[in-house]
């Protein structure tokens, strides 16, 4: 469905991925996991568009990403949960899930789209009407998912969909996303938290410092050494 | 009711009466900074050159009221695309003061322009409209339309940010400008349509203008500096905050401008603007990130 | 570098009226010093990334201050100029004080100063019983000829050795501050003014030295120029359009030269004259049409300015 093919990209002189080949098939939820700064989130970013690889090729269902403009990539079916969520603090819930489905083949849709999303989160029903920044860390979260599912993606791209939530939140936060993955989206996820992310993913890769250094199945990685290597340095 | 008073009344209400329109004026400035983070040093020549079409279409050419209106808020709308394509978007990644500098220049050409195309006589659409006789006040009849006719060109504004998908993805921009592309918006596209809005805003309130105003080349300089000032204290961007302060410099306008010139009622306006920002600078700096 | 070509221009400049005096020429000469010391004035701390596009008002209050103090005081401008420098300094503080004290940077001390300048306009105006309004206002003539005392001077020469020394004097304050501690402040702070702060740097009081010197000089440039004149209107010495040319010559001169603004004013005020000359007795508001024009593209196109892109050229 997704391959990147050796790609490379960075800022300016720094060089954040270095050759980077990866794989989604449709249906399969994908992690990629690496410590701080390994080049997680430069690797959703060339797959969203927001950053353009040096070198190499992204392909989505033979659609070449890198000759798509950047706001076109939605409507490839890729939407991307981006780092720290990125709500629009001072607007609504329902505006921002508004601008989840921006696009104009998603605008039809949009009643179908906005009822799909709060039956999966409720409480987003609830709080419709609140600024986006008022509420807590969990609830945005799913606000930011729930803003890119309004496009009805075929992937999904989620960074660091636990990070600074409480254990109870990001349990809550990972039986959500299996729930969207049931339902037919592929979800690529990005995580720090790694023995999590290894029990709702079929695969995994683990990159580090800007090249992937291991990949395999969930199971056989979760007490691979090449994990505890990653992380620990030893 | 003393004769004192009803003056006074009359200031008060004729205060009231401006406030729409300086607000109209600060909101066409406000949403083009918060979009594009660009400030129109020239968009009181915009409105200039929209007083003339209207002086032109409706005077010279005899065209009925409403479309003059019209014409002339279709025609500044485009004039404010054109700003953008030709000036503004060359200098997006430029240093801020270049961006202001370079619609100073517009400012310079605008006023030079009208000079050559239009003269530099005093102009006016020469229609008079009645002026109301309530409780011993006169309220002038213009000022009334004016009035309405801005609270209806912003009610339709905020309506159009509200309800559109456009109106929300303009709003949106001017709060994270990054992820824009996530949801499928062409940040370019938005600009030109937050252009075109901001020029036609600025028409509206020519049209608005001119029938209280006579119109010159150096008109602008009137309307330009109060309607930084409004911008500045209701926090750039910040559209609330732009309609308050509207209201509270018309009325210090008003009424100053009661016992004195009405250039008098603008130096009050400044000089309550430095005490301001004395007393509440948080609201100046209100939603700046 | 050598200083000598450095005094051997001073001395050349100095001669210049000596060996060649056309009043016309003279004239042009005079102007652009008067003007360059107050695109200089301004430089001084725009380049800091002050950015006001209010000293036409300082400008203004110069020129009318001066002017009113002889007018209707009978009070010589040896005494009415530094009175007229204090109102320009009091006038910054009272405007950039809350701005500094408050943070107020960027786009928002543009747009402050920018209604300051627009003001200032607005008061001439308002005052027209005292300054005569948009009529402009003249200096009365002391006893016909010229006057040390009145500072009033019918020989071009005269005028163009004082515009000259003014201009000097501006260039001395320019690399002044340029070696100074207070120029690494200034430029820390606009560089980032949180972190200037935490390194000890007393923000507000740094970027407000630096306004109230170029206010001064600003207000300078405006009694100068109505000494010379003999005539000001709120159109010629205040409000926006001032303002702005101030702040166009010093970008399209080169904003981090010391000579920058100078070519600036060279630049901008012969290439005014020249539209005037061969077009604006045709037709009123050419020559501003092209000069608006141009600036738009030099600002687009040469965004370091012509003297700071040669230098940047030779540089390399």
């Known amino acids: 469905m997704l391959e990147l093919?050796?790609?490379?990209?960075?800022?300016?002189?720094?060089?954040?991925?270095?050759?980077?080949?990866?794989?989604?098939?449709?249906?399969?939820?994908?992690?990629?996991?690496?410590?701080?700064?390994?080049?997680?989130?430069?690797?959703?970013?060339?797959?969203?568009?927001?950053?353009?690889?040096?070198?190499?090729?992204?392909?989505?269902?033979?659609?070449?990403?890198?000759?798509?403009?950047?706001?076109?990539?939605?409507?490839?079916?890729?939407?991307?949960?981006?780092?720290?969520?990125?709500?629009?603090?001072?607007?609504t819930v329902e505006d921002n899930l508004k601008m989840g489905g921006f696009l104009p083949a998603a605008r039809p849709k949009a009643r179908r789209r906005f009822d799909f999303v709060y039956e999966l989160f409720p409480l987003l029903r609830e709080r419709r009407r609140q600024l986006a920044g008022s509420m807590s860390g969990g609830e945005q979260q799913m606000c930011a998912i729930g803003r890119a599912l309004m496009s009805e993606p075929k992937l999904l791209l989620l960074d660091e969909p636990s990070a600074g939530l409480a254990p109870v939140v990001v349990d809550l936060v990972f039986a959500l996303v299996q729930r969207i993955r049931a339902g037919g989206v592929t979800v690529l996820i990005v995580e720090q938290n790694v023995q999590q992310v290894l029990r709702i993913v079929d695969r995994a890769y683990v990159l580090k410092a800007g090249s992937i250094r291991a990949a395999g199945a969930a199971a056989e990685l979760r007490d691979s050494a090449i994990i505890r290597e990653a992380y620990l340095g030893v | 009711?003393?004769?004192?008073?009803?003056?006074?009344?009359?200031?008060?209400?004729?205060?009231?009466?401006?406030?729409?329109?300086?607000?109209?004026?600060?909101?066409?400035?406000?949403?083009?900074?918060?979009?594009?983070?660009?400030?129109?040093?020239?968009?009181?020549?915009?409105?200039?050159?929209?007083?003339?079409?209207?002086?032109?279409?409706?005077?010279?050419?005899?065209?009925?009221?409403?479309?003059?209106?019209?014409?002339?808020?279709?025609?500044?709308?485009?004039?404010?695309?054109?700003?953008?394509?030709?000036?503004?978007?060359?200098?997006?990644?430029?240093?801020?003061?270049?961006?202001?500098?370079?619609?100073?220049?517009?400012?310079?050409?605008?006023?030079?322009?009208?000079?050559?195309?239009?003269?530099?006589?005093?102009?006016?659409?020469?229609?008079?409209?009645?002026?109301?006789?309530?409780?011993?006040?006169?309220?002038?009849?213009?000022r009334l339309l004016a009035f309405g006719a801005a609270l209806i060109g912003m009610v339709l504004v905020y309506l159009f940010l509200r309800r559109t998908y456009t109106g929300t993805a303009i709003r949106a921009i001017a709060q994270d400008r990054q992820i824009m592309t996530l949801m499928g918006v062409d940040s370019r596209r938005i600009y030109v349509i937050t252009s075109a809005l901001g020029g036609g805003l600025a028409g509206l309130a020519a049209c608005l203008l001119v029938l209280q105003y006579d119109v010159h080349p150096f008109v602008g300089l009137t309307f330009g500096p109060i309607t930084f000032l409004i911008c500045v204290l209701g926090g750039l961007g910040n559209f609330g905050g732009g309609f308050v302060a509207a209201f509270v410099f018309a009325e210090i306008i008003s009424v100053g401008g009661l016992y004195l010139d009405l250039e008098w009622g603008y130096v009050f306006a400044f000089a309550f603007f430095i005490a301001m920002m004395f007393v509440r600078p948080q609201g100046l700096l209100a939603r700046r990130s | 570098m050598s200083r000598w070509p450095r005094w051997i221009a001073g001395a050349a400049l100095v001669a210049l009226p000596f060996v060649y005096h056309a009043p016309y020429p003279l004239h042009i000469a005079i102007l652009i010093l008067i003007w360059s010391f107050a695109y200089t004035s301004w430089s001084a701390m725009g380049r800091f990334g002050l950015t006001s596009?209010?000293?036409?008002?300082?400008?203004?209050?110069?020129?009318?201050?001066?002017?009113?103090?002889?007018?209707?005081?009978?009070?010589?401008?040896?005494?009415?100029?530094?009175?007229?420098?204090?109102?320009?300094?009091?006038?910054?503080?009272?405007?950039?004080?809350?701005?500094?004290?408050?943070?107020?940077?960027?786009?928002?001390?543009?747009?402050?100063?920018?209604?300051?300048?627009?003001?200032?306009?607005?008061?001439?105006?308002?005052?027209?019983?005292?300054?005569?309004?948009?009529?402009?206002?003249?200096?009365?003539?002391?006893?016909?000829?010229?006057?040390?005392?009145a500072l009033q001077f019918s020989g071009k020469t005269t005028w163009y050795l004082i515009a000259l020394a003014v201009w000097a004097a501006g260039l001395y304050v320019w690399y002044r501050v340029d070696g100074s501690m207070l120029r690494y402040a200034l430029e820390a702070i606009s560089e980032d003014e949180d972190a200037a702060a935490a390194t000890g740097v007393h923000v507000t009081a740094e970027k407000l030295k630096i306004t109230v010197v170029s206010a001064a000089m600003t207000a300078l440039a405006g009694a100068l120029y109505c000494q010379y004149q003999m005539f000001i209107s709120p159109d010629t010495v205040s409000g926006i359009s001032v303002s702005l040319q101030m702040v166009f010559a010093a970008v399209v001169g080169g904003l981090y030269v010391a000579l920058g603004p100078t070519v600036g004013a060279v630049i901008t005020i012969l290439m005014a004259e020249v539209l005037r000359i061969s077009v604006g007795t045709r037709a009123v508001g050419w020559d501003n049409l092209v000069y608006g024009a141009l600036l738009v593209v030099f600002i687009v196109f040469l965004p370091k300015g012509i003297l700071g892109t040669v230098l940047a050229h030779r540089q390399r």
Request: aromatic share 10%.
């Open chain 1, 5 to 91: 093919t050796r790609v490379r990209a960075g800022y300016g002189s720094f060089q954040a991925l270095f050759d980077v080949s990866l794989e989604v098939r449709r249906g399969e939820a994908v992690g990629v996991i690496g410590p701080n700064g390994a080049g997680k989130t430069t690797l959703m970013r060339v797959i969203s568009g927001l950053i353009r690889p040096t070198a190499g090729s992204i392909v989505m269902e033979r659609v070449d990403l890198l000759a798509t403009p950047p706001h076109r990539i939605v409507e490839i079916g890729i939407a991307h949960v981006p780092e720290s969520r990125r709500l629009f603090p001072r607007m």
């Open chain 2, 1 to 142: 009711m003393g004769i004192f008073d009803v003056y006074l009344l009359e200031a008060l209400i004729n205060g009231v009466l401006l406030g729409g329109v300086l607000a109209l004026l600060s909101l066409g400035l406000n949403l083009v900074f918060g979009v594009i983070d660009v400030v129109w040093i020239c968009y009181a020549e915009l409105i200039m050159l929209g007083m003339y079409a209207m002086y032109f279409l409706s005077r010279v050419y005899h065209a009925p009221m409403v479309l003059a209106a019209a014409i002339c808020i279709v025609t500044v709308g485009v004039l404010g695309v054109l700003l953008h394509v030709v000036v503004i978007a060359p200098l997006l990644g430029a240093a801020p003061i270049n961006q202001l500098l370079a619609t100073g220049g517009v400012l310079f050409f605008l006023q030079s322009a009208a000079t050559i195309l239009f003269g530099i006589e005093f102009k006016n659409l020469g229609v008079r409209l009645p002026v109301l006789k309530v409780a011993g006040m006169f309220i002038s009849y213009a």
């Open chain 3, 53 to 149: 596009l209010g000293h036409g008002g300082f400008m203004g209050t110069g020129a009318y201050v001066t002017a009113l103090l002889w007018n209707r005081g009978g009070v010589s401008p040896w005494l009415g100029i530094p009175v007229a420098l204090l109102a320009g300094a009091l006038l910054a503080v009272l405007v950039a004080y809350p701005c500094f004290r408050y943070r107020i940077t960027g786009h928002y001390f543009a747009l402050v100063t920018l209604a300051l300048g627009g003001i200032v306009l607005q008061v001439i105006t308002a005052t027209r019983d005292y300054t005569g309004g948009s009529l402009g206002y003249t200096p009365e003539r002391y006893q016909g000829g010229s006057s040390l005392y």
